[in-house]
């Protein structure tokens, strides 16, 4: 079971959560896809929830901020230094929505949108160190952007992180797509896509699950919609969903290594 309970390095997608308009219904559609259980909700932290998995935190939910935001997922970069980085997003031309705003002893959070409006946030950790959990059934395993102009983005992320990006094959990404991993050292962070109309923009979090197939199942019978059906890729069995709100977010089936 991958385990970290030590801070992220700066620039890796540390962190997600999820504003929903009925909490309670939202719980209860996460917990059966993916066997979340949840912790807090305390009134002075605004009712947030940690989502727990196997124990270890896998992310966050709280009540929806604002009626006239659309349901989605957030990705947070770790930041170690939450104010500097907030500050090289405006040079970059991106936008500051929330300012560094400290969380109690958790942490500090920063909520920016990119220049062509891809919401996304900052967590500089305190007692909150990230996700203790990751690449496990029920936990994050990757996240990703979809977007308008991949030069842009590129240039953007890459002055305000340091990423460096390396375009994916067509035998990987597929035929005539257009598809970079990110990396601020050795190993990849995270990716950067050309959108497609038919499929979700901006900021998307993947979840790994033990069957892509019985998880699209389940989010169908819950009030969900599948984007994309699953299937195979060099990476695992794949799948786009959304909830039944209108949240969309991604599942991975990992493979077993032949022995």
């Not at 659309?70 to 770790?78: I, L, N």
């Not at 990849?188 to 197939?213: E, H, I, N, T």
């Amino acid at each position: 079971m991958p385990t970290r309970d030590t801070p992220w390095p700066n620039g890796t997608p540390c962190w997600v959560d999820l504003g929903a308009d009925d909490l309670d219904a939202t719980k209860a559609f996460y917990s059966a896809v993916f066997g979340w259980e949840y912790s807090g909700g305390e009134p002075e932290f605004g009712g947030y929830l940690t989502i727990l998995r196997n124990g270890r935190m896998a992310g966050g939910m709280g009540p929806q901020m604002d009626p006239d935001d659309p349901a989605r997922w957030t990705t947070y970069f770790a930041a170690d230094d939450a104010a500097a980085t907030a500050a090289r997003i405006e040079d970059a031309g991106g936008r500051v929505v929330v300012e560094p705003m400290e969380v109690g002893p958790m942490g500090t959070m920063v909520i920016a949108i990119d220049p062509q409006g891809n919401p996304f946030g900052l967590w500089q950790s305190g007692m909150n160190t990230g996700v203790q959990i990751h690449d496990e059934p029920g936990a994050l395993a990757w996240n990703e952007a979809m977007v308008d102009d991949t030069a842009a983005a590129k240039e953007f992320y890459s002055a305000v992180f340091g990423f460096t990006f390396e375009q994916m094959s067509a035998e990987l990404a597929g035929e005539g797509a257009d598809y970079s991993m990110f990396s601020a050292g050795a190993d990849p962070l995270g990716g950067l896509g050309a959108s497609d109309p038919s499929m979700p923009k901006g900021w998307l979090a993947c979840f790994s699950v033990a069957s892509a197939d019985e998880a699209v199942a389940v989010v169908e019978a819950r009030g969900g919609k599948v984007v994309m059906p699953p299937e195979d890729t060099p990476f695992g069995r794949f799948a786009i969903v959304e909830d039944p709100w209108g949240a969309p977010f991604e599942v991975l089936e990992v493979q077993p290594a032949a022995a």
